[in-house]
């Protein structure tokens, strides 16, 4: 395979969003579960493999209604933890037919005391090699850790050497998890080198390639296989710099303030601490495969274009704005055109994670306030319309061979699994044990943005 260069496009000052429904059509269903006690679901990932709607859900013990972070009644004042489900949808509603907890069955080392728990903001996608799998934030898995007898289901001959102090916190790194057929975690695949001196989160996987593909950075066009870069990364991987924050100190330095769900006001660290300045788009959700679609628009693309959702975000009165952008690649990860600047929620916080495309039907699933998941329903050809008026230019027109991602030629077939009734909805349980929180809250309907405790 070709070496292909990264694109470096310029950094643009962001224009001012305009609300999505000025633009589109835009019917948006809430699916805000609270499936554990204490937790908040949002950043959800959609995905259609052609028989099956479904969508994941991060679970935390924070949340952050009006850009202020709250506490969970059962969370730590030192540590945040994640849980995830997934959700099959029936798609003429939206509403949920089954819902799993994703278990973590696999059996990696853990770091023992560890400020973040859980797999994070995770995107579904599938190859032909893998079948669906999950790209996820972890902080918590062991870095030190590479043992001779760990055999990867993703590629059996990878040897990284480990650190040197095992067992220690790290920054956040990216990780393709493996699923099984009742979406439980069976295998882990963390994606280390270099760049992870740096934490790393968000990574785009392309959906329905023929292995896995991520697109590590979107202003550069920076493709990653699971064994790492495609392109070369060059200087900007180098030792980390140290950075400023949006108050002026290094990261980690500062204390936020949090209201604890009983109504107490204390000093700790943030569950998702202010973060550095970040210019240009960041990754969000998966990149669909468009084929030909657009060749009007952008010219004709070896192998097809592919679709995506970023976002960018600055800081109003010190609490985070967020929008996002439509935007189209190539295989290499060439940004071919983007959108304007759209505003999915009239809150501060929001965050798409999924996209899904059927026929000319394009379903969006988003975050708000890191307390809510929200379905959104649109038309392609709205979004290829939105893309056509873009920011009054294109950055390429020209067709990219060769390519780094190698399309899937297969479909996967529907899984069937057991299912058990459980408070109005469908819990999928293939143990017969019941739900595995029994004050569990499973409707679909909710709209609670706190625990009823706070």
């Known amino acids: 395979m070709a070496e292909i260069q990264a694109q470096n496009h310029p950094v643009k000052k962001a224009q001012t969003p305009v609300d999505v429904r000025q633009v589109m059509p835009w019917d948006v269903v809430d699916l805000s579960l609270r499936p554990f006690p204490g937790m908040w679901s949002f950043n959800p990932s959609i995905h259609f493999d052609g028989a099956t709607w479904r969508c994941s859900l991060r679970c935390a013990d924070y949340a952050m209604p009006n850009g202020n972070v709250i506490r969970g009644s059962h969370s730590s004042a030192t540590q945040t933890v994640t849980r995830n489900v997934m959700v099959e949808l029936d798609p003429d509603t939206w509403q949920p037919s089954a819902i799993y907890e994703i278990q973590e069955h696999d059996n990696y080392p853990r770091v023992a005391s560890c400020p973040s728990v859980g797999f994070e903001d995770l995107r579904l996608f599938m190859t032909d090699t893998f079948g669906l799998q999950a790209i996820a934030a972890s902080l918590h898995l062991d870095a030190g850790y590479e043992s001779r007898a760990r055999r990867s289901s993703i590629d059996r001959s990878i040897r990284r050497p480990p650190r040197k102090n095992e067992g220690e916190n790290h920054p956040a790194e990216q990780v393709i998890l493996s699923l099984d057929d009742e979406y439980n975690v069976t295998d882990v695949f963390p994606i280390r080198g270099n760049w992870n001196a740096k934490p790393q989160k ?91 679609a657009l060749e009007s628009l952008v010219g004709p693309v070896e192998q097809g274009a592919w679709l995506g959702i970023g976002h960018e975000m600055r800081f109003q009165k010190s609490k985070k704005y967020y929008w996002h952008v439509f935007y189209v690649v190539d295989s290499a990860g060439r940004v071919l055109v983007r959108s304007q600047p759209v505003k999915f929620a009239e809150n501060g916080i929001e965050f798409a994670a999924g996209l899904a495309v059927d026929d000319d039907r394009a379903i969006i699933s988003f975050g708000v306030d890191d307390a809510e998941c929200k379905i959104a329903e649109t038309s392609l050809s709205a979004i290829f319309e939105l893309l056509a008026q873009g920011e009054g230019e294109l950055v390429a027109t020209e067709a990219y061979p060769p390519q780094n991602v190698t399309l899937s030629k297969m479909r996967p077939s529907a899984i069937t699994r057991p299912t058990a009734t459980r408070n109005g909805a469908t819990w999928a349980d293939p143990t017969g044990e019941g739900d595995p929180s029994a004050d569990a809250t499973l409707s679909a309907q909710t709209s609670e943005s706190t625990d009823s405790d706070s």
């Not at 329905?208 to 979107?218: D, K, N, Q, T, V």
């Not at 303030?257 to 998966?286: S, V, W, Y």
């Open 202 to 292: 968000n990574w785009s996987p392309f959906d329905g390639a023929h292995e896995p593909r991520f697109l590590y950075s979107i202003e550069r066009g920076i493709v990653f296989s699971h064994e790492g870069p495609l392109t070369p990364l060059g200087p900007q991987f180098g030792p980390p710099e140290r950075p400023q924050q949006a108050n002026g100190r290094r990261p980690g330095a500062s204390i936020d303030h949090m209201t604890i769900m009983r109504g107490k006001t204390t000093r700790m660290d943030a569950g998702r601490a202010a973060p550095l300045r970040f210019e240009g788009i960041r990754g969000g959700t998966q990149l669909v495969h468009l084929g030909d």
